[in-house]
């Protein structure tokens, strides 16, 4: 028969404040009679229709799954049960089975009004898993649709507070921090929050194309520089290169042959004598 002494215990702490589940200080004989009549009413009808009975009587979960049994309404003695095989009385027995797999889904895309006041669109995508059946079945309706609006409400949430150069820069700090918070706040649910991972930062169009101008500006800026120092360092070559030949008249000589040499290695049926300017200067008839 089922009595208070049949019954667990769950204890909550929630905000300073202690509460049970499954548990009423105020049941009386009453409800202790009725379960009694109704236990063994279960109990005849079972031993009756023996052995066809053991098909509603018998259940089975997964390795992977734990079964949370209520008789009467109340989380029977023992907490969750499995894996393997069960036994329940059909008539006063009621059983939520609780998948204990990681679970990952995709937080949709958000707007996200960052600190700099430049709005992006973030996605994300977030694994967690049940550790704790009895709080993901009492302490919370639906666990599974209660971790999803957390997930974006708390993405929101931190996004807002950084700025755009940060949601760029440092995924993975903000992937702690938003798993440190859903982790803490499913906890009275007996959900934990194994990973979360930012998955993609879509800007708009128009901020795309502005920071897209910046950065090739500051590469034609970086690329003028590179090729005004290069120009820089060659006349300082040349310079220097014009005056060791002006020392000596035969470095010029030379200079004028190995310009040749390399003119006719080419192949070219035409080549062009330069002559020095004093030289036609003589030639020009005076004024």
Excluded at 66 to 88: C, D, S, T
Excluded at 100 to 126: G, N
């Amino acid at each position: 028969m089922s009595g208070k002494n049949d019954e667990e215990r769950i204890v909550l702490s929630e905000s300073g404040q202690t509460g049970q589940v499954g548990y009423d200080d105020d049941d009386g004989g009453c409800g202790s009679c009725i379960g009694g009549l109704i236990w063994v009413l279960s109990m005849i009808l079972i031993c009756c229709t023996f052995p066809f009975s053991l098909f509603v009587t018998v259940k089975q979960v997964q390795e992977y799954q734990r079964a949370v049994i209520f008789r009467l309404g109340r989380v029977k003695r023992g907490g969750a049960v499995g894996p393997g095989l069960f036994f329940i009385i059909p008539c006063m027995d009621t059983i939520q089975v609780v998948d204990l797999r990681t679970v990952s889904f995709d937080v949709p895309p958000q707007e996200i009004l960052t600190k700099d006041s430049v709005t992006v669109a973030v996605d994300a995508v977030v694994y967690y898993k049940i550790n704790n059946p009895l709080s993901a079945i009492c302490n919370v309706t639906n666990a599974a649709q209660s971790t999803r609006l957390l997930a974006a409400t708390s993405l929101r949430n931190t996004l807002g507070t950084k700025t755009l150069q940060d949601i760029l820069a440092d995924r993975e700090d903000i992937a702690k921090t938003i798993l440190g918070t859903l982790d803490s706040a499913t906890d009275p649910w007996g959900i934990r929050v194994e990973r979360v991972e930012v998955k993609d930062v879509r800007l708009p169009q128009n901020l795309q194309r502005a920071m897209a101008a910046e950065a090739e500006a500051s590469r034609q800026a970086r690329a003028k520089v590179i090729e005004a120092e290069g120009e820089q360092k060659a006349s300082r070559a040349l310079k220097e290169a014009s005056d060791i030949i002006s020392s000596s008249p035969a470095a010029l000589q030379l200079r004028y042959l190995q310009t040749l040499s390399s003119i006719a290695a080419e192949k070219n049926s035409t080549i062009v004598f330069p002559l020095p300017i004093e030289l036609l200067g003589n030639l020009m008839p005076k004024q």
